[in-house]
């Protein structure tokens, strides 16, 4: 067993368990994250170069003080990096007025955040066709179509959020172990043990924060709730790549008639891929991490492109730059778990973040530590309660 004991252990160092490791070597903890792979990398949830935030969070208005806080945290933290994080490029969320799909469990998405943009005060437009067409020509909405506008929405780098937030972290005072995969943990009296492939240490605290490999660690009767969906993101070439730019072009939420025809494109910042992102989600397989086809087939490809891409958007030429396959941890009612261990309040449980979590991870990381470290949170979490998803049926 190793002979120090560390006021907190974090385990799992994507987006969340970084940003807590973060936290907590601000505040003067003594701190172990371990984690194991070595991220930032891309074989859990928090990758893709690109990652969509927006102030107006349709799926719940007890998810605006998160992206609130994660607004200003990313800031401090582009601060102090040196790095820029965030590139603002406006949002566009495209829908019909009446759909059979849903998104992240809410019917019409353009109402909702509408909705909630109004009561917060965020800046914001509803738009119809013609407009998106005369503001972005390379979009071919529907007739039918019309779009919720947010100008100050954008665009985060999730591997520089996750390097920034750990080497931050390291400067900090807090150690970081890779390449090391735990194996269990046991909660007494006077704290709690952590077992690893290559050693045991002890601590005060531990916040389990896994991502797709939370199953693994949660009590028996959540796991069938956490259900892991492979999604795959493709990268595109472009005909005009600076037609694409966040100066230029905004993300884009496209919500078809049915589940299978969502489709989101983003801007391609200079320095990333070059090709432009794209992606689609689905939810009706689940996959377990350490079995996951990692390979993405020449048919996905196709449908991408021909079925998805084409009859939304010009400027893309049918030549895939870069594929990437991405792992959802989706909750049956899709919102969050934040919350004690319900045997100790000596664990905290993160994530899993249903597919919409990155923009929020920087508040979480902070509502993590103060969990940990001092038993309670600035911000009402009640919404994100472990005990929700033990009796809901799995989709």
Known sequence: MSGQRYDLIVVGLGAMGAAALYQAAKRGAKALGIDRFDPPHTLGSSHGDTRI??????????????VRRSDEIWRELEAASGQTLFHESGGL????PSADATFHGEGDFVEASTRVAERHGIAHEVIDTEEIKRRHPMLKPRAIDRAYYEPGAGVLRPERCVAAQLELARQGGAAIHTAERVTGYDVGADGVKVATNRGRYRAD????SAGAWMADLVPEAYRAALRVCRQVIYWFEAEELGAFDP??????????DRLEEFWSSFPAPRDGPRGVKL???QYHTATHPDVVSRE???EE?????????????KGLRDNLIRAEVCLYTVTPDEHFVIDFHPESERVVIASPCSGHG???????GETLAQLALDGESEFDISAFRLARIAAAPSK
Do not use: N
Request: hydrophobic content about 50%.
């Open 53 to 66: 935030t927006r102030a107006s969070i349709g799926e719940g208005e007890f998810y605006a003080p998160l």
């Open 93 to 96: 969320i495209i829908a019909p």
């Open 205 to 208: 605290k531990v916040i389990l």
């Open 247 to 256: 100066k230029v072009f905004p993300w884009v939420i496209w919500i078809g």
């Open 279 to 281: 992606v689609t989600e």
């Open 296 to 298: 993405v087939t020449a």
């Open 301 to 313: 490809c196709r449908d991408m492109f021909y079925r998805l891409t084409q009859p939304r958007l």
């Open 358 to 364: 990155f923009k929020h991870s920087a508040a979480i």
